[in-house]
């Protein structure tokens, strides 16, 4: 979390910041500020708390002339969000500026070893500790300003992604990482740092993903990288995959209902070139190469957090129904701290949108040190997470910046689906006839989700009706589960109505208690394999005075008698439905937000990236 963005060039750096900055609120937005070195060594700091619109209040009309400067939007972890633990933060002598995503774990023992050296403090932040760590390092070896950096950071246990500017060297910016993400964009003159792509791509294609432990020297208009070690490396450009239209609102009035609507296409390109329908055959690199291992696997353990864990559990009942692989989806923040049973036979799956997520990459580790084949399911392009794991499977849904996570989940959910129809191929456990089904079925899908969008005014006139409701809950059986669960997620992100997924088989066992005429029920109804059971499930709350909406297939006409709203679905295959049955829930959530004046994109207390424990 928090985000991070830095210039240096021939352009004013401020406009630069402040844009790229709201770009990076996803990655937190409770409080901003941005540090800004003249060619005469007056370093302006300016911070707030609240969002970056705040700040640019703030700035109002000030001096903010700067051809080198950064800023940072802050979610955070030590020190409640005010003024004083806004970044940037500076060393005691004003001499240096930093910004810093992540944790230091050690700050609170640096912290009394620099007060024991009349070191004072002005805010509660690890941030603060280290750029006096720096200070301290600098002071007492007569060494050059980067040196200085790199040898404090030996001292330091956490994880970082920092950027330091020095007033005596206007002409320098010094970026480092371990940890946590940051990319470095690279213009005709110019430099861009920055802790994603979104901030860059307006200026440059040209990037280069710094790799943990290393360091980015720029100066002036000369990049040059070298490790925590002090070996000098190769800066590896690469080319940004996204366009500036991939990233901004297209006319919509929130990125999540963008979003939402751009489903058919981020599914089309999930599934895009890895279908073969006239030989029935499904090309997954990742999964590919490991063809033997797969004809004898004996267990996948699937990990992830938040909707990606939702994701998971649709990839569990997968990999058993379709692939005959018994399978396990973990919290990885559960998985990593409860000693785990993980084989050198194990194929373990993380699925992470940011590819960041510091709990997911941590149970990651502990897996490939147990042995396990691991393999990534991620959105975002050279992240982390891929960059760890054995092989692995991006999802090509494109940037999604709304916190709320969709059209992520349901491109998750497709490579879930290529990755168990194509195990299945390989194990023998699926006909090439039924293959064949199953694909041109996943190439109706883009098709059927534009149809089930076609229900957002009558979904706006139900989410009109539900809007004050204070709790709510979520049913569904089968693959219908995760999508309950999906749902209710959604509603407690953004609009902080408290929602509850569960198998509705299980709501006899508690939940049915809440019924009464204030509690929605969304009951996931489609005719698939549990579908009478489900109807019996609605007339339960009914006989409660619940009040029901279902999502029913198409044609159904024995729901509308029973329930009080009915959307209807395309009908699809039973595995399919999380594609299409996500979508309804997800507009609800988003109509319903909007209705109580919440702020749909970033809700409060969220981060889309959480890479902090
Ligand atoms: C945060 C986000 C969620 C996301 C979860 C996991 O909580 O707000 O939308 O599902 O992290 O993130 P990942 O990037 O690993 O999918």
């Given at each position: ?30 409080s901003a500020g ?13 911070k707030k708390t609240g969002?970056?619109?705040d700040l640019?209040?703030e ?24 003024d004083?633990?806004a ?527």
């Amino acid at each position: 979390m928090c985000g991070i963005v830095a210039y240096i060039g021939h352009r004013e750096a401020c406009p630069i910041i402040l844009k790229g900055l709201k770009r990076l609120e996803y990655r937190g937005y409770d409080s901003a500020g941005v540090a800004l070195l003249d060619d005469n060594k007056n370093m302006k700091v300016y911070k707030k708390t609240g969002k970056v619109s705040d700040l640019e209040k703030e700035i109002g009309d000030r001096d903010t002339s700067a051809f080198t400067g950064m800023g940072h939007t802050r979610w955070a972890t030590h020190g409640e969000p005010n003024d004083a633990n806004a970044h940037p933060h500076l060393s005691g002598d004003g001499e240096f500026a930093m910004i810093h995503n992540g944790i230091i774990e050690n700050y609170s023992s640096l912290k009394e070893m620099l007060k024991g050296r009349g070191h004072t403090f002005k805010s509660e932040t690890d941030t603060e500790v280290l750029i006096h760590l720096i200070e301290e390092v600098y002071k007492n070896n007569a060494v050059k300003f980067e040196e200085a950096v790199r040898m404090a950071l030996t001292q330091v246990v956490g994880a970082y992604a920092i950027v330091i500017l020095s007033k005596n060297d206007p002409n320098y910016l010094i970026g480092a990482k371990k940890g946590s993400p940051m990319v470095i964009g690279i213009g005709e003159n110019e430099h861009f740092i920055a802790s994603d792509a979104t901030p860059i791509v307006e200026y440059t294609r040209n990037v280069v993903y710094i790799q943990d432990g290393e360091i980015a020297i720029i100066e002036g208009t000369t990049l040059s990288i070298k490790t925590i070690d002090n070996t000098l490396k190769t800066p590896y450009i690469q080319e940004i995959e996204f366009n500036l239209e991939n990233i901004e609102k297209g006319g919509y009035e929130h990125f999540m209902l963008k979003e939402i609507f751009e489903q058919p296409k981020s599914i089309l390109d999930s599934f895009r070139g890895r279908i073969h329908l006239p030989d029935a055959r499904i090309t997954m690199a990742g999964i590919d190469m490991f063809e033997d291992k797969i004809k004898n696997l004996d267990r996948i353990v699937i990990i992830g957090c938040g909707t990606s864990w939702h994701a998971g559990l649709v990839g569990e009942y997968l990999f058993e129904d379709i692939a005959r692989i018994p399978c396990e989806v973990e919290y990885a923040s559960e998985f990593r701290y409860r000693n785990p049973v993980v084989k050198e036979s194990d194929f373990v799956i993380a699925i992470s949108q940011s590819g960041e997520t510091a709990d997911t990459l941590a149970a990651l580790e502990l897996a490939k040190k147990k042995g396990a084949t691991i393999f990534g399911i991620c959105n975002v392009v050279g992240a982390s997470i891929p960059r760890y794991t054995d092989a692995g499977a991006y999802t090509h849904a494109g940037p999604e910046i709304g916190v709320a996570s969709t059209k992520a989940f349901t491109a998750q959910v497709t490579a879930l689906i290529l990755m168990a129809l194509s195990m299945a191929q390989k194990k023998g456990t699926i006909t090439s006839t039924r293959l064949h089904e199953f694909l041109t079925e996943i190439e109706s899908i883009p098709a059927k989700i534009e149809q089930v969008l076609k229900t957002d005014a009558q979904i706006q006139l139900i989410a009109a009706e539900l809007k004050d409701s204070r709790n709510a809950l979520y049913l569904g059986r089968g693959y219908g589960f995760p999508v309950a669960l999906e749902g209710a997620l959604k509603l407690k992100e953004i609009s902080y109505i408290h929602a509850e997924g569960y198998p509705a088989a299980e709501m006899k066992h508690g939940p049915i208690a809440l019924i009464d005429e204030e509690m929605p029920v969304i009951v996931i109804a489609t005719q698939h394999s549990n579908y009478e059971k489900v109807v019996s499930n609605i007339q339960e709350v009914k006989a409660r005075k619940g009040k029901v909406i279902a999502i029913a297939t198409e044609g159904d006409t024995h729901l509308k008698d029973m329930a009080d709203h009915v959307i209807y679905i395309p009908n699809c295959e039973e595995a399919l439905l999380p594609l299409i049955a996500t979508i309804p829930l997800q507009l609800l959530s988003y109509h319903i937000a909007v209705l109580r004046g919440c702020n749909v994109d970033q809700p409060r207390n969220l981060a889309k990236s959480v890479t902090v424990e």
